[in-house]
Nanobody
Framework: QVRLVESGGGLVQPGGSLRLSCAASGSIFSLNAMGWYRQAPGKQRELVAVITSVSSTNYADSVKGRFTISRDNAKNMVYLQMNTLKPEDTAVYYC????????????????WGQGTQVTVSS
């Protein structure tokens, strides 16, 4: 069983900052690419940022220069530092990871966290 648990969401004023964390746990054989997605009310889920196992990163154009994704492979953690937040960043943020489990080391599957709410409002 593999779990992804996000934390760090909340209410912040425009221009403020938040740091999201996601912890992967369970019978992990290897942790490959990890990323953050978000879904605003009435909209489709969209990619925010992704980081590979060797820390190569990619960002949505809307967050470039404001958000930074990072990971700690020793702790099976991925982070999203969000600066200069805007009201349009308001969404539920989901952690995503491609994982091979101890039970099936030859199979890579996508796992999702339960989501954490980020609200940017004055």
């Amino acid at each position: 069983q593999v779990r992804l648990v996000e934390s760090g969401g909340g209410l912040v004023q425009p221009g403020g900052s938040l740091r999201l964390s996601c912890a992967a746990s369970g019978s992990i054989f290897s942790l490959n690419a990890m990323g953050w997605y978000r879904q605003a009310p009435g909209k489709q889920r969209e990619l925010v940022a992704v980081i590979t196992s060797v820390s190569s990163t990619n960002y949505a154009d809307s967050v470039k220069g404001r958000f930074t994704i990072s990971r700690d492979n020793a702790k099976n953690m991925v982070y999203l530092q969000m600066n200069t937040l805007k009201p349009e960043d308001t969404a539920v943020y989901y952690c995503n990871a491609y994982i091979r489990t101890v039970q099936s080391p030859g199979v890579t599957r996508a796992y999702w966290g339960q989501g954490t709410q980020v609200t940017v409002s004055s």
